[in-house]
């Protein structure tokens, strides 16, 4: 049986840096499973997911991290299949729909470039996912950090999302993210031409640092459908310049849970990139009793030190970790068995 343990440490960083400024109750709108079964070189693909805590996702596992990391907070969230190279497509995102639609939790369509529209749209009709979730890796045809947004998501699927009034959850490639002068191009286009489509942009616009973000914050249209997601950021100058320059009801609360944050290190600043940082990596100098903290904590301090910082009232607090993503995904949230 898996189990899952804080250590002292963990204990202290949640109650005296993120308890006080979360609400009891929480809207987590970027998170995974993941069934080892559909993911047939997930030991080579994705190292994280080796530890036996970190693979296998269904939702009870799911339920039980958001039951361990934030126990004085009722959490629910929006849903994704774990998108690797190899990924059984049909089958994960088949496996995701059974376990969150009975739930009333909203889900994601992990998509392919190729993907056969006539399918995707009855796949749509018939699973009712809330978000289309394209990813880098499914790039064809060029190197995937040289991708635009519509090698990751031709317009074909993105007219369905907006037909059908879908979010797509995009993890953008490059290596400034949204701060990258042809992404917010066409992410400016796109979220004008498809109105009824929700551009939920992943990690604050794969922004894990800070001049990234300040120069998408510079650019980026203020539009009803551009949102952001906090997911796996570690980095408080991120959150300073989103939450100073971005409106604040289109930002949302996610964690990136489980494989990609549920392990003990960080996402840490190199120069001009960022790097994931384990607890293994770490040589400690003269010895310590101390060790890493999960990387979802890393980025939840990090956002309620801004949040503090920047004295941001606890209704617009409430907006970020439940409203806007209760809003967002609300006609998604009512029971409904396959």
């Given at each position: 049986?898996?189990?899952?343990?804080?250590?002292?440490?963990?204990?202290?960083?949640?109650?005296?840096?993120?308890?006080?400024?979360?609400?009891?109750?929480?809207?987590?709108?970027?998170?995974?499973?993941?069934?080892?079964?559909?993911?047939?070189?997930?030991?080579?693909?994705?190292?994280?997911?080796?530890?036996?805590?970190?693979?296998?996702?269904?939702?009870?596992?799911?339920?039980?991290?958001?039951?361990?990391?934030?126990?004085?907070?009722?959490?629910?969230?929006?849903?994704?299949?774990?998108?690797?190279?190899?990924?059984?497509?049909?089958?994960?995102?088949?496996?995701?729909?059974?376990?969150?639609?009975?739930?009333?939790?909203?889900?994601?369509?992990?998509?392919?470039?190729?993907?056969?529209?006539?399918?995707?749209?009855?796949?749509?009709?018939?699973?009712?996912?809330?978000?289309?979730?394209?990813?880098?890796?499914?790039?064809?045809?060029?190197?995937?950090?040289?991708?635009?947004?519509?090698?990751?998501?031709?317009?074909?699927?993105?007219?369905?999302?907006?037909?059908?009034?879908?979010?797509?959850?995009?993890?953008?490639?490059?290596?400034?993210?949204?701060?990258?002068?042809?992404?917010?191009?066409?992410?400016?286009?796109?979220?004008?031409?498809?109105?009824?489509?929700?551009?939920?942009?992943?990690?604050?616009?794969?922004?894990?640092?800070?001049?990234?973000?300040?120069?998408?914050?510079?650019?980026?249209?203020?539009?009803?459908?551009?949102?952001?997601?906090t997911s796996a950021v570690c980095d408080a100058g991120v959150f300073l310049?989103?939450?100073?320059h971005y409106d604040r009801k289109k930002i949302l609360f996610g964690t990136?849970?489980?494989?990609?944050?549920?392990?003990?290190?960080?996402?840490?600043?190199?120069?001009?990139?960022?790097?994931?940082?384990?607890?293994?990596?770490?040589?400690?100098?003269?010895?310590?009793?101390?060790?890493?903290?999960?990387?979802?904590?890393?980025?939840?301090?990090?956002?309620?030190?801004?949040?503090?910082?920047?004295?941001?009232?606890?209704?617009?607090?409430?907006?970020?970790?439940?409203?806007?993503?209760?809003?967002?995904?609300?006609?998604?949230?009512?029971?409904?068995?396959?």
């Amino acid at each position: 049986m898996r189990t899952i343990t804080l250590t002292d440490d963990d204990r202290s960083i949640y109650h005296t840096e993120i308890a006080p400024w979360l609400p009891t109750r929480l809207f987590d709108a970027h998170t995974h499973l993941l069934f080892n079964d559909c993911h047939p070189r997930l030991a080579e693909t994705m190292p994280l997911a080796n530890d036996p805590l970190l693979d296998n996702v269904d939702l009870p596992w799911l339920r039980a991290w958001w039951k361990a990391l934030l126990p004085d907070s009722e959490v629910r969230g929006m849903v994704m299949g774990f998108p690797t190279v190899d990924v059984m497509m049909p089958e994960e995102n088949r496996l995701v729909a059974g376990q969150c639609r009975p739930e009333a939790l909203p889900f994601a369509w992990l998509v392919k470039p190729s993907d056969d529209l006539s399918q995707l749209e009855a796949d749509i009709q018939e699973f009712k996912p809330a978000v289309l979730k394209p990813y880098m890796c499914f790039v064809e045809g060029k190197p995937m950090n040289d991708a635009n947004v519509t090698d990751l998501i031709p317009e074909g699927q993105l007219a369905l999302a907006d037909k059908y009034g879908l979010a797509v959850m995009l993890h953008v490639a490059k290596p400034q993210g949204m701060g990258d002068a042809d992404n917010l191009a066409d992410i400016n286009r796109l979220a004008a031409q498809y109105p009824q489509c929700q551009f939920i942009l992943a990690h604050c616009g794969r922004c894990f640092i800070t001049p990234n973000a300040e120069r998408m914050v510079e650019t980026l249209h203020r539009a009803d459908n551009i949102w952001m997601d906090t997911s796996a950021v570690c980095d408080a100058g991120v959150f300073l310049t989103v939450l100073k320059h971005y409106d604040r009801k289109k930002i949302l609360f996610g964690t990136d849970l489980v494989t990609a944050v549920a392990f003990r290190g960080n996402y840490v600043r190199m120069g001009l990139s960022w790097h994931v940082c384990t607890d293994e990596m770490v040589s400690r100098q003269g010895g310590t009793a101390h060790r890493s903290t999960f990387a979802a904590y890393e980025g939840l301090a990090a956002l309620c030190f801004a949040l503090r910082f920047l004295e941001v009232p606890e209704e617009e607090r409430n907006d970020i970790f439940y409203r806007n993503g209760e809003g967002l995904f609300q006609r998604f949230l009512e029971p409904n068995t396959p």
